[in-house]
């Protein structure tokens, strides 16, 4: 199966826009995922076993992410957890023929594992500890399933209305938990009411709320 990106182009003609492709080659994924490197486009593609989802981001969706992650490096500041970020970086297990880019990944309990790397094998490496995916369409078990070929312990998914976190069990799939595996004294839906007062406040003072709450929590 080929496709061009002209062809994607003429069906993502606006950031709500989100494209749909059954029965793509692994080799199709790969050759699209270089094609989007190269060319500079804003696209995050999730590849499940000959499904593939591209979809451009939304500027809430934007917002939103940033805001979880700096939640994430604010929390680790205050109580002195060493976090290496690893962002969007495009995750393939060609095996599993699983594929995607998170909004925001990190090694926490690896971490020591990572320091002043550059490149990943994940055939010889650890997958990141946690993951955030915001999905504001309706892909996020698809998306889960690729997540856990992956191997990435726990993902936070937050779809604009709801905060909800997964973290992965020994048979391989998502359990949906109240409480943070990568950051164990950590209560995620609390951060909801944080990511609610972007809509009032400057991103800044919502993230001074954050530190503060965090020195409260008991490590």
Same mark, same amino acid.
């Given at each position: 199966m080929t496709i061009a990106i002209e062809q994607l182009e003429a069906e993502l003609k606006s950031d709500e826009s989100h494209f749909v492709i059954e029965? /793509?080659? +692994?080799?199709?994924?790969?050759?699209?995922? !270089? #094609?989007?490197? %190269?060319?500079?486009?804003?696209?995050?593609?999730?590849?499940?076993d000959g499904r593939m989802v591209i979809v451009s981001p939304l500027l809430k969706h934007e917002r939103w992410k940033i805001l979880l992650r700096d939640f994430v490096k604010a929390i680790g500041r205050e109580h002195r957890i060493r976090i290496f970020s690893a962002g969007s970086t495009? +995750?393939?297990?060609? $095996?599993?023929?699983?594929?995607?880019?998170? #909004?925001? @990944?990190?090694?926490?309990?690896?971490? $020591?594992?990572? %320091?002043?790397?550059?490149? /990943?094998?994940?055939?010889? #490496?650890? $997958?990141?500890?946690? &993951?955030?995916? /915001?999905?504001?369409?309706?892909?996020?078990?698809?998306?889960?399933?690729?997540? &856990?070929?992956?191997?990435?312990?726990?993902? +936070? @998914?937050?779809?604009?209305?709801?905060?909800?976190?997964? &973290?992965?069990? !020994? #048979?391989?799939?998502?359990?949906? /938990?109240?409480?943070?595996? &990568?950051? $164990?004294?950590?209560?995620?839906s609390e951060l909801k009411r944080f990511l609610d007062l972007l809509s009032e406040k400057d991103e800044e003072s919502v993230l001074d709320e954050v530190r503060e709450w965090a020195r409260t929590l008991k490590a």
């Amino acid at each position: 199966m080929t496709i061009a990106i002209e062809q994607l182009e003429a069906e993502l003609k606006s950031d709500e826009s989100h494209f749909v492709i059954e029965g /793509v080659s +692994w080799q199709t994924y790969e050759s699209l995922v !270089q #094609d989007f490197e %190269v060319s500079g486009q804003r696209k995050r593609i999730t590849y499940n076993d000959g499904r593939m989802v591209i979809v451009s981001p939304l500027l809430k969706h934007e917002r939103w992410k940033i805001l979880l992650r700096d939640f994430v490096k604010a929390i680790g500041r205050e109580h002195r957890i060493r976090i290496f970020s690893a962002g969007s970086t495009t +995750w393939r297990a060609r $095996p599993k023929k699983k594929g995607l880019e998170p #909004d925001e @990944c990190f090694y926490i309990q690896h971490e $020591p594992q990572m %320091v002043g790397r550059l490149e /990943v094998d994940l055939s010889k #490496d650890p $997958p990141p500890d946690l &993951a955030i995916e /915001v999905d504001l369409r309706p892909y996020l078990m698809n998306k889960l399933q690729v997540y &856990a070929g992956l191997k990435i312990g726990e993902v +936070w @998914c937050f779809d604009g209305l709801d905060f909800e976190v997964f &973290a992965l069990q !020994q #048979d391989g799939h998502y359990l949906k /938990v109240q409480k943070s595996i &990568a950051l $164990p004294f950590l209560v995620p839906s609390e951060l909801k009411r944080f990511l609610d007062l972007l809509s009032e406040k400057d991103e800044e003072s919502v993230l001074d709320e954050v530190r503060e709450w965090a020195r409260t929590l008991k490590a």
